[in-house]
């Protein structure tokens, strides 16, 4: 086995465990004004454990040569403004005497 099929798999771990963990926070968070179900502990080792899933996905996409993958929303604006050029304004501009 190569080491790619190695990383792939760690991956899929990685992506299943957090999955898991955020339908656990899910399913558990109580209704503003109620008792939370976890304790305070708990809550703090989840985070603890979010961070360190968030560290290896990092490790390994930076392994791998993958850029950093940042999660972008569709309706996020585009950081790129593309700008039509045509013969007709480039005609309106006038060079600098």
Same mark, same amino acid.
């Given at each position: 086995m190569?080491? /790619?099929?190695?990383?792939s798999?760690? %991956? !899929? #771990?990685? !992506? +299943?465990?957090r999955k #898991?963990? *955020?339908?656990v #926070?899910?399913?558990?968070? $109580? %209704? $503003?004004?109620?008792?939370?179900?976890?304790? %305070? %502990?708990?809550?703090? /080792?989840?985070k *603890?454990?979010?961070a360190?899933?968030?560290?290896?996905?990092m490790?390994l *996409? &930076?392994?791998?040569?993958? *850029?950093e993958e940042r $999660?972008?929303f569709? /309706?996020? $604006?585009? &950081?790129a403004k #593309? +700008? @039509?050029?045509?013969?007709?304004s480039?005609?309106?501009?006038? @060079?600098?005497?």
């Amino acid at each position: 086995m190569t080491g /790619d099929n190695e990383t792939s798999m760690e %991956q !899929r #771990v990685m !992506r +299943v465990m957090r999955k #898991v963990l *955020a339908s656990v #926070v899910k399913d558990t968070t $109580p %209704q $503003p004004g109620m008792h939370h179900a976890l304790s %305070q %502990q708990t809550i703090e /080792d989840i985070k *603890a454990c979010f961070a360190l899933i968030s560290a290896r996905e990092m490790e390994l *996409a &930076k392994e791998a040569g993958i *850029a950093e993958e940042r $999660p972008h929303f569709s /309706d996020d $604006p585009n &950081k790129a403004k #593309v +700008v @039509p050029i045509t013969r007709s304004s480039l005609k309106s501009i006038k @060079p600098k005497e």
